[in-house]
């Protein structure tokens, strides 16, 4: 048997942020959602030590100092600027990022985007 990918994920990650593409928006932080989904450089992981994969405290560490030391305007640029990070100091290939602002409208339970990264 030989493992062809192998994925660590973080769901639904909710984290305060200064977001909006409106001042008012910016004033207060929003909760947004979280999700990244990263797939590992090297898919066959054969000890059981932590080195040898990806510590997902270490994606979610990433992620609450960004969206606490920065303002966006857009999803998009958090997902971006999350993204520029998570690739540059982990083994990750590539990622699935998703943001959400949940109940932002009254008629659905959120809206968001997903963005795909690649080394």
């Known amino acids: 048997m030989k493992c062809t990918s192998t994925h660590i994920m973080v769901t639904r990650l909710s984290v305060a942020c200064h977001i ?4 008012n928006e910016r004033k207060h932080p929003q909760t947004i959602h979280v999700s990244i ?3 590992l450089t090297k898919p066959e992981i054969i000890s ?3 080195s040898d994969s990806l510590d997902y405290a270490e994606i979610v560490d990433m992620v609450q100092r960004i969206v606490g030391n920065q303002t966006f305007h857009l999803l998009e ?4 600027t999350i993204a520029k990070t998570v690739l540059s100091k982990t ?3 590539q990622l699935v990022i998703r943001c959400e602002k949940p109940f932002k409208f009254s008629a659905c339970e959120a809206v968001g985007i997903e963005r795909h ?3």
């Open 37 to 39: 989904d990263c797939e």
């Open 48 to 50: 059981d030590k932590l």
């Open 91 to 93: 083994r990750v290939r």
């Open 77 to 80: 640029k958090l997902a971006e």
């Open 20 to 23: 909006g593409c409106r001042a």
């Open 117 to 119: 990264f690649t080394k």
